[in-house]
């Protein structure tokens, strides 16, 4: 079925529209703007920039997806934003392009923006994320997969939220906080592994008693970082779990929560 747009709306020449979109009244969407097949556009919403929409995405009223760098370093040009399939934005949510050209804000899946939560430039955030009302992504941010972030939290610009982390509500996180943790405070520290969301997403419990021991190691026994790295690697069998746990903490730039 063809696009169903309310005579209201406004779509410049040049948008490109697959079937089934939906786009209600008072809704904007700019000329290099791409919505994939059975997304939604609610009234008074705002598609814009130079934005690729995939399918099944729900953008509620007047959320401001595609919406211009706040960078000061942006030069001109249309950089890009691009969106994966069954995100929903719900009302008021900000998400900007990139600050280059040839450089795009990337969102993946299932996404979970709630009210006035604010993805900035250059952020690239995972599948399966969920951000609580008025959270806020400073500018180059990483969200892994399954991370949480909580209301009002704000995450400084260049962290990364490993896989199936939390950030707490009104946290400031100037770090990053490693897969597996729950972070939180002003500036947030990392508690205890995230054991709620572990279970959720089936971790077993052997799973979770070895992040549990992870979490000893590298927080509370006192050994530096490459000391508690080593005793980790002496103690643990290889498994997709550390690897994923012993790859961030070896790509880190900004240091940990």
Partial sequence: MSAIIHSSAIVEKGAQLFDDVSIDAYAYVGKMVSLGKGTHVCHHATIDGRTQVGENNVIHPYAYVGAPTHDVKYMGGFPGLRIGNGNTFREYCTVHTATKEESETVLGNNNLLLAYAHVAHDCTVGNNVIM??????????????????????????????????????????????????????????????????????????????????????????????????????????????????????????????
């Fill in 132 to 257: 609580s009302s008025q959270a806020a992504l400073g500018g180059h941010v990483v969200l892994c997969d399954f991370t949480n972030i909580g209301w009002s939290a704000g995450i400084h610009q260049f962290c990364r939220i490993g896989k199936y982390s939390m950030v707490g509500a009104l946290s400031k996180t100037t770090q990053d906080v490693i897969p597996y943790m729950l972070a939180d405070g002003n500036p947030s520290r990392v508690r205890y592994p995230n054991v709620v969301n572990l279970r959720r997403h089936n971790f077993s419990d052997q799973q979770i008693s070895q992040i549990k021991k992870i979490f000893k190691i590298f927080y509370s026994s006192g050994l530096n970082k490459a000391q508690a790295i080593e005793k980790i690697k002496s103690e643990f069998i290889i498994s997709d779990l550390l690897n994923e746990f012993l790859s961030f903490v070896d790509s880190t730039s900004r240091g940990f929560a």
